[in-house]
Each structure stands twice: as C-alpha cells, then as structure tokens.
C-alpha cells in the first residue's frame, strides 16, 4: 500500500476544490456536516484516491487540536502566552465561537462527509485502473475514518447529528436531529465491522487504516462502552499481531525514523505535507509560540523514577524553555499518534480489572508490561481491585502524558470532577458551534452554553 504522500500532489486539487465549497463566509452560513451542491464526482481511479487521501488531510486537520482538547483541558497541559483560547480550555470555560472547538468540529465532519462520497461512489467506477483489491481496500478505509470521526465528535460533543449520505445538496441534511450518545456509538460500531470486512493487513503500513486499526479501535469503542468482555477479546486480538510491539527504550517511537513497531495508527507528514504543531508547545527560542507548555503536575510525574522512569524524555528544557518534547522536529515531520500498542494493553488491563468476573492477574500483567518497558517498577498488589484501576489510570495519564486521552479518560470513567474539580457534568462536553446553530434548524445545543 503506497503511503498518504505518493498521492498528495493529486489531492491536493481536490483538497482545495472540497475547501471552495465547504467554507463558512458571513452573508451564506452553511452547516459543518453539510458540502453544498457541487461536489466533486469521485469516477474514477484518480479521483477516488485523491478522495481518500483528502480524508487522511482531515484526520491531519483535526488530531492536533484534539491533542489541545484532550491536554489542556485536563491537568497535563497549561496556557502560556497570551492566546485566551488556551486559558478558556484550562478554565473550562468556553464560549460557543471558540476557535479550536469550532476548527476541530468542522474538520471532523469534513472527513465524514468526504467518506460518505466515498462509499456511495466506490462500486459505480469502471476503471480499468482500480482493482477489486485496491477497491476494497480503500472502500474499507473510508469506513474506518467515519467511524473514528463519529468517535471522536461523540466522545468531544455527546450524541451528534448522524448523516451517512453525501450531502451534494443542502436538502439531504433537512431533518436529521442529533442522536443519542449512545446510537451514535452504534454507528462507530457498525462502520467499524464493515472496515474489517475490506481492510487489509499489511505488515509494513502503519499510516493508513488496517483490519488490524479498525479491531484497536473497536477495543477503545467498547472500553468507553464500559462493555468489558469485548474490550478484552478486541484488544488481544490486537496485541496478538505481531506486527506489534512495545519498542525500548520508550523514545523510540517518538524518534526519527517514525513508523516503528509501537504504532498501531500514525498520521504522517513530508516536506510537502508540514506539521505545524510542534509550533503550538516549543519556545521562541527553538522558534515555537509557545502556547502550551507541561503542568508543574505533570513533569513531577514523568520525572519521578518510580512513576514517569524513562518517560521523563517527554518533556525538554526548563524553566521559561520547558516544553513537551513529543513534538519537536522543526521541520514539520512529527507525526501524530492516534493508537499505540501501549493503549491496547492498558485497555486489556482495565476490562479485566473491571469485567464481572475481575482478573487482577491478568491485568497487572498487562500493566507491567507497559511499566516494565518505562523502567518503572512492577506493580505487585492484586488485593484491590480499586488499587489496581487506579494504578492503570496512572498509566495512562503518564504513558500518553501529550496525547489524546487525558480528559477523555476522565470524563468517561466520570472522574473530572474528582480530579479536576470539573464538577459540572454539563461541561463535560464540548459546545456545539454557534454558527451551526444559526444556520442549522435541527442542531441543538449542548446544556450549559
């Protein structure tokens, strides 16, 4: 399977006739889970390649400022500078208009809408150039990128508006309310067990979708569905792949070359193709704004043997220079990690810890690996089913310390308000966009904005 790149100087005229036609101006507001009349016909080879990749360019889109939603909006991360925006994310108090909020919605749901095209054209091309394999294959794909879409704008917003055909036309949204939380996860699921039926698995692909990406996920969906057995079984499954594994020492994944054994599901980047944001966290000094920098909380933990061991590398400098060294090739060429095999151990940790039946043995043997590769002490006591959840919640907290999964973790194990005094549950999700209010009939706001 060639990589996102080779394809990028044929998306990219794609890419910029899908930002023509889904852009916001003041006089003509248009929803974000809407493209207006006009979109590109994806018929033949050429065009649904580009299609797929200018999916891919969203993914890109959103991830970094998913990372901001996840870190600072819990205790990993605090604003520094002068940007409110970051401030209104560490006070949990956002407006309906606020940029990283409304940037990361509408991105989402351009990456839904460029899928639902995908899949209501990929069996009508007759091109001699696309073979059944690489049909499938991409066919596959597009499920898999709705459905992390859906996840992730159920997991930042609740239940959404859930629109599975392509919308050449303003007519074809009239009427859809949003779902609940919980048919929105059904949705997820049900486009994750149609990827699994086209995806391939490939031993050397790691920046595109897999049957193997499609199951880690599936793992995740369930963990969140707090529907523990499946958790498990999706999560072995995974970890069985030997494509896997836990790299040593712990910078490796994150040190060039990238694409190492440790990752499940990376979003890459070229030259051509920059990621800007190492920006967001860096000094002025390496060239950065910034914006972000680690919470005085989270570089104790990192720095503590005994609980960040080797993991102290994900932070760089000190004082006014101290910065999350996750994300600093200059050059634009950090990748954003969107599942590591590490997640599916601490999955498997917690759905046994949690299951009906606990095993406690088989869930400190999962965290342990994940310890053990850390240089961090094993843990040993298997008296307390609390104790243990807990130490896995730890884990996770230090183990993807700059990643997408901090407050998330919080909110659905309802922990935000013991842990970061978020105590109303009304801000546990995000604020729907106004603009989509206005300009939308059948959207509804979240309470409390």
């Known amino acids: 399977m060639k990589t996102i790149n080779t394809f990028i100087g044929r998306a990219t005229v794609f890419l910029f006739l899908f930002a023509l036609i889904s852009c916001e101006s003041f006089l003509d507001l248009t929803p974000d889970n809407a493209i207006p009349a006009g979109n590109p016909t994806i018929s033949s080879a050429g065009t649904l390649r580009a299609a797929i990749i200018g999916a891919y360019n969203e993914l890109q889109g959103y991830n970094g400022n998913f990372v901001t939603l996840a870190t600072a909006s819990a205790d990993n991360a605090v604003a520094n500078g002068s940007v409110s925006s970051y401030f209104q994310l560490n006070q949990h108090a956002l407006p309906t208009d606020h940029s990283i909020v409304v940037s990361t919605y509408g991105s989402i749901y351009r990456a839904v809408n460029i899928t639902n095209t995908i899949i209501a054209s990929i069996q009508a091309i007759?091109?001699?150039?696309?073979?059944?394999?690489?049909?499938?294959?991409?066919?596959?794909?597009?499920?898999?990128i709705r459905a992390l879409g859906y996840f992730d704008l159920a997991r930042g917003w609740?239940?959404?508006?859930?629109?599975?055909?392509?919308?050449?036309?303003?007519?074809?949204?009239?009427?859809i309310r949003r779902s609940s939380l919980d048919e929105?996860?059904?949705?997820?699921?049900a486009d994750l067990v149609e990827a699994e039926k086209f995806l391939s698995d490939d031993a050397a692909t790691r920046n595109r979708a897999q049957k193997s990406t499609a199951k880690a996920l599936r793992a995740r969906l369930h963990l969140y569905r707090e529907q523990w057995e499946d958790a498990e079984r999706y999560a072995t499954e995974v970890i069985a792949n030997s494509k896997y594994e836990l790299v040593k020492p712990y910078k490796n994944f994150f040190t060039p070359p990238f694409l190492s054994k440790e990752s499940v599901f990376e979003l890459t980047y070229s030259l051509n193709d920059k990621n800007g944001y190492w920006s967001t966290w860096l000094?002025?000094?390496?060239?950065?704004?910034?914006?972000?920098?680690?919470?005085?909380?989270?570089?104790?933990?990192?720095?503590?043997?005994?609980?960040?061991?080797?993991?102290?590398?994900?932070t760089g400098g000190t004082g006014y220079t101290l910065h999350a060294a996750l994300y600093s090739n200059t050059t634009g060429l950090d990748p954003l990690y969107i599942i590591r095999i590490a997640e599916l151990y601490l999955i498997r940790a917690e759905a046994r810890a949690k299951k009906a039946t606990p095993d406690l043995a088989g869930a400190a043997e999962d965290l342990?690996?994940?310890?053990?590769?850390?240089?961090?002490?094993?843990?040993?006591?298997?008296t307390?089913?609390?104790?243990?959840?807990?130490?896995?919640?730890?884990?996770?907290?230090?183990?993807?310390?700059?990643?997408?999964?901090?407050?998330?973790?919080?909110?659905?194990?309802?922990?935000?308000?013991?842990?970061?005094?978020?105590?109303?549950?009304?801000?546990?999700?995000?604020?729907?966009?106004?603009?989509?209010?206005?300009?939308?009939?059948?959207?509804?706001?979240?309470?409390?904005?």
Do not use: M
């Not at 950065?288 to 990192?302: A, C, Q, R, W, Y």
């Open 368 to 382: 342990n690996a994940v310890r053990e590769r850390a240089d961090v002490p094993r843990w040993e006591d298997l």
């Open 126 to 144: 007759n091109d001699s150039q696309l073979s059944d394999s690489e049909r499938n294959q991409i066919l596959g794909e597009a499920y898999f």
């Open 283 to 314: 000094p002025s000094a390496l060239g950065g704004s910034h914006s972000l920098k680690p919470s005085d909380k989270i570089v104790e933990k990192l720095n503590d043997p005994a609980v960040g061991g080797s993991r102290s590398v994900l």
């Open 158 to 175: 609740g239940g959404v508006q859930v629109q599975t055909r392509p919308t050449d036309n303003l007519e074809v949204i009239k009427g």
């Open 184 to 189: 929105t996860c059904n949705q997820v699921l």
């Open 384 to 449: 307390s089913q609390d104790k243990i959840i807990e130490a896995i919640e730890e884990e996770n907290n230090v183990e993807f310390a700059f990643e997408a999964h901090r407050w998330f973790d919080l909110v659905r194990t309802k922990r935000a308000g013991d842990v970061l005094g978020v105590t109303n549950t009304n801000f546990w999700v995000f604020p729907i966009p106004q603009s989509d209010i206005f300009s939308d009939p059948d959207v509804e706001q979240n309470p409390g904005y």
